[in-house]
């Protein structure tokens, strides 16, 4: 996770630049907010990979003397078929519709989004221990 956190480093220092330049030449205070906060998620994404990568033992894209079949393996498991995104999907588009076209299309939409929100989290549940 070395190079995420040195990636994510580059972008919180770039950003720091940019910041300090922008509020010289602009003076608006809403545009040098936004680089500040991204100044802040990049090192706060980058403090938690660097964090976590001397936790874990280092992955094999970390290392120098790593072949390409040492990633060869399954790597996890991806959802082959499934309708629930496109509900949630869904009943969000009705949610932020209802901000623009009528609050009560919001609780539609809300009333939509509890089963097929629901419905993601329980898909691959079973009961077995």
């Given amino acids: 996770m070395r190079v995420e956190a040195f990636l994510f480093g580059f972008i ?5 630049g940019a910041d300090i330049v922008y509020w010289f ?3 608006d205070p809403t545009g040098t907010t936004a680089l500040a906060l991204g100044v802040g998620l990049g ?5 938690y990979m660097f964090m976590t990568g001397r936790r874990i033992d280092p ?3 970390d290392l120098d003397d790593a072949d390409i079949a040492d990633g060869a393996g399954e790597i996890g498991f991806f959802s082959p ?3 629930a995104p496109l509900w949630c999907a869904g009943s ?4 932020f519709a209802g ?3 009528g609050w009560w299309m919001v609780f539609l939409g809300a009333a939509f989004a509890v ?9 691959y549940y079973s009961d077995e221990a």
């Fill in 12 to 16: 919180a220092v770039f950003l720091l």
């Fill in 25 to 27: 030449t602009s003076h």
């Fill in 43 to 47: 090192a706060l994404v980058s403090t």
């Fill in 59 to 61: 992955r094999w894209e």
């Fill in 81 to 83: 078929y499934s309708w």
């Fill in 92 to 95: 969000a588009a009705v949610v």
């Fill in 99 to 101: 901000v623009v076209f």
């Fill in 115 to 123: 089963p097929a929100v629901g419905s993601m989290l329980f898909e």
